[in-house]
């Protein structure tokens, strides 16, 4: 059996959630808590980022090595391609995701909602422990103001991450003009990195979390200036995921 340490909300967690369920592969999920993971995920191996796969007594952390590693395990409906042109453009792409999509995302939509509690303390305690609940009303406040501090969430950072973002899905768009994947005729990992880490914004279903039918300000008006954009995260997820 193979076990994912998680967030629900993370959208890197959803990369390796979507590409476990891809391969139909069986598989346990264990969502820790924000704060007291990091000692879970040091004892698993060493780094404090989720997620983390546990298979056969080997821990993997970072989504990217994640797939290569199901790739490798379970050759069933893989996500790198075989040619070696494609698998480096492929990967290329998902670096390109990994790196400019994920945090920006993150940033943008955590700015907005660690200032909502009331929306956010549920995704953190989501089939989580039982105490999940009890452990935030203590010390959400002091947990939320540690997340702004380590993703430096003031109003600077987020104009910053919201003008790359913008470059970023016009790169997106002017590369998936015409086209059906991001590289060659077949869904990959490029397709499901760049899908995964923008979902947030574009609020897919099959995401593993119930989304607010409204996101609080000033998130809502930022999303809706890229939902025009974001098309083909749609048609991906429903047809991929
Ligand atoms: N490059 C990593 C990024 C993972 C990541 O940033 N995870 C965040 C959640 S979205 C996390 O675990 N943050 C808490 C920490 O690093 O302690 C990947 O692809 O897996």
């Not at 893989?78 to 400019?100: G, N, R, Y």
């Not at 700015?111 to 009890?134: Q, R, S, V």
């Not at 104009?159 to 994947?181: D, P, V, Y």
């Amino acid at each position: 059996m193979l076990t994912l340490y998680q967030f629900p909300i993370s959208h890197y967690c959803e990369k390796a959630r979507w590409a476990l369920e891809y391969k139909n592969i069986e598989y346990k999920k264990v969502n820790l808590l924000p704060g007291l993971h990091a000692k879970k995920a040091r004892n698993l191996c060493s780094s404090s980022s989720l997620p983390i796969l546990v298979h056969n007594n080997k821990a993997i952390n970072e989504s990217s090595e994640i797939i290569s590693y199901l790739d490798h395990m379970f050759p069933m409906n893989s996500l790198t391609p075989t040619d070696p042109h494609l698998k480096q453009e492929t990967l290329k792409w998902e670096k390109f995701a990994d790196e400019m999509i994920g945090p920006d995302v993150r940033c943008i939509c955590y700015h907005t909602l660690l200032d909502h509690p009331d929306i956010i303390i549920p995704y953190f305690t989501n089939e989580g422990p039982w105490y999940g609940k009890l452990y935030m009303n203590v010390t959400y406040p002091k947990l939320s103001q540690k997340m702004k501090n380590l993703m430096k969430l003031d109003d600077a950072e987020v104009e910053a991450s919201q003008n790359r973002l913008s470059q970023t899905i016009q790169t997106i768009i002017a590369h998936i003009h015409g086209r059906s994947f991001f590289v060659g005729d077949a869904f990959s990992r490029a397709d499901l990195a760049v899908a995964s880490l923008l979902a947030p914004l574009c609020k897919t279903k099959k995401y593993g979390i119930e989304w607010p039918e409204e996101y609080p300000e000033p998130l809502a008006s930022t999303v809706s200036e890229y939902n025009n954009s974001l098309d083909w995260v749609h048609r991906i997820y429903k047809q991929f995921r």
